[in-house]
Nanobody
Framework: DVQLQASGGGLVQAGGSLRLSCVAS????????MGWFRQAPGKEREGVSCIENSDGTAYYGDFVKGRFTISSDSAKNMVYLQMNNLKAEDTAVYHCADCHLNWDSSILTLRTSWGQGTQVTVSS
């Protein structure tokens, strides 16, 4: 059974930074791309970032625009998201999950069940 636990969210002012962490269990980490997804109230879930654990190649949603950096540590089964210059529109619940790229470079996941995630709230 795959377990994913995200943490590191919080309340931050616009322009501030947060670092999210996610620990994965029940999977062979290097066999997957791992990524971050977010869902704001009343909006659909969207892919934020995705990383190839085998070589570190990273992909980002267009709205990230150089503000976020994804990384992973296969030895620890961890994936991270460093978020800088946060904006009010980044407010959402963030989850980690397996990821892949759609034909239009959007970031998708096969995951269908979601845990609590970690809340990120950015005040303007």
């Amino acid at each position: 059974d795959v377990q994913l636990q995200a943490s590191g969210g919080g309340l931050v002012q616009a322009g501030g930074s947060l670092r999210l962490s996610c620990v994965a269990s029940g999977i062979t980490f290097d066999d997957y791309r791992m990524g971050w997804f977010r869902q704001a109230p009343g909006k659909e879930r969207e892919g934020v970032s995705c990383i190839e654990n085998s070589d570190g190649t990273a992909y980002y949603g267009d709205f990230v625009k150089g503000r976020f950096t994804i990384s992973s540590d296969s030895a620890k089964n961890m994936v991270y998201l460093q978020m800088n210059n946060l904006k009010a529109e980044d407010t959402a619940v963030y989850h980690c999950a397996d990821c892949h790229l759609n034909w239009d470079s959007s970031i998708l996941t096969l995951r269908t069940s979601w845990g609590q995630g970690t809340q990120v709230t950015v005040s303007s």
